[in-house]
């Protein structure tokens, strides 16, 4: 069989200790899933029902590096994530099975136009424009859960130039990898491929051209971008 155009290439992501690549099928992102960051994004920080948006597979810039400043915004901010990769999924997936879906973890920033978020908000649109354009997505390589096994605790946190500007915990998610999992299978049907970018701790901000950001999960990995 032959494309009438052509195919798009792959979007993957590098895996530690390995040569293989990590095809990327889709991207879910869970919203405000760390309660200090639910209060300074004016929110709820009761464990209310998640919620999720999502970025398409080539957003992702994969081991960081130069992160073009977007255009149409003059308010881009960092959000540093736990990214979780899946190497199988389905349907309603029990909460006591979901981490056996789990390939790996990444560290990921999940990079706003906050601006453009805050118009579609007040207008009541989705959130593409703020959140889904290129290199939307910094990743880093992904740590096999052979290798590290599950984190439920560890610190998660970003510098930029130098300074700490993000410092949280993986157990203060408030919805857990193994519960987001099993409520997003709910909705959609996962796959091998997916990523899940699992929400931000407090203290997201904006960025300016030059910055040099370096995200860290300890036990997971690191993340490095410049802003150019």
Known sequence: MAYVIPAPIQATLPVVGSDDQFPIHRIYCVGRNYAAHSREMGGDPDREEPFFFMKSADTVLPGGGDFPYPAKSNDVHHEMELVVALKSGGDNIPQDQALDCIFGYG??????????????????????????????????????????????????????????????????????????????????????????????????????????????IEGVGEINITVV
């Open 107 to 216: 560290a990921g920033l999940d990079m706003t136009r906050r601006d453009l978020q805050g118009q579609m908000k007040k207008a009541g649109r989705p959130w593409e424009i703020g959140k889904a354009f290129e290199n939307s997505a910094p990743c880093s390589a992904l740590n096999p859960a052979s290798s590290i096994g599950h984190p439920g605790n560890g610190r998660i946190w970003l510098e930029v130039n130098g300074e700490v500007r993000q410092d949280g915990d993986l157990n203060q998610l408030i919805w857990n990898v193994a519960e987001s999992i099993s409520y997003l299978s709910g909705l959609f049907t996962l796959a091998a491929g997916d990523l899940i970018f699992t929400g931000t701790p407090a203290g997201v901000g904006p960025v300016d051209r030059g910055d040099k950001l370096h995200g860290t």
